[in-house]
């Protein structure tokens, strides 16, 4: 794993995307509450996305919608990112408070086996994705992405903020 990621939230067209998107969730959400996995297959490789409109790789992941359950969100999410589905019970790892987004945001961080269904073409959301060895993550990995990385292998102690 390399020593550092790149920012999530750092340019100035990311930081506008982020800001009116919470401000449309202040009105409809109040509190935004997301599910994110460390999605590794029977290889032991984990699942990382790019998006269209944050720059970065990512963990699979999104927010929770009304009368929708974590669990709910998480296989939606996978299927929608990745085409995964979950061959195992999912375990969550920790609660983080997200106050780089928002004051109001926390994640739900999940550690998932899981089977791909089908390759998972780009489209105007998701630019690339795929499965990488531990040891040969992209470059552009965000910093959080590491940071979640390391809490996993025992390298770093468990945060209490994403």
Not at 115 to 139: H, K, M, N, V, Y
Request: hydrophobic share 40%; aromatic share 10%; glycine share 8%.
């Amino acid at each position: 794993m390399g020593a550092k990621g790149i920012a999530e939230i750092g340019t100035w067209r990311t930081r506008i995307v982020v800001w009116l998107l919470h401000r449309f969730f202040l009105v409809s959400r109040g509190m935004t509450m997301g599910v994110r996995a460390a999605c590794f297959n029977d290889r032991g490789e984990i699942f990382l996305v790019r998006h269209t409109y944050v720059p970065g790789w990512y963990m699979p992941g999104g927010g929770m919608e009304h009368g929708e359950t974590a669990l709910e969100a998480l296989t939606k999410e996978l299927r929608e990112e990745g085409n995964l589905v979950m061959t195992a019970a999912p375990e969550l790892l920790q609660v983080y408070y997200n106050r780089k987004t928002s004051k109001r945001d926390h994640v739900l961080f999940y550690r998932v086996t899981v089977e791909q269904t089908a390759p998972r073409p780009p489209d105007r959301e998701i630019a690339e994705s795929g499965f990488f060895s531990l040891d040969a993550l992209p470059e552009e990995i965000t910093d959080a992405t590491l940071r979640r990385l390391k809490e996993l292998s025992g390298d770093e102690a468990r945060s209490d903020y994403w």
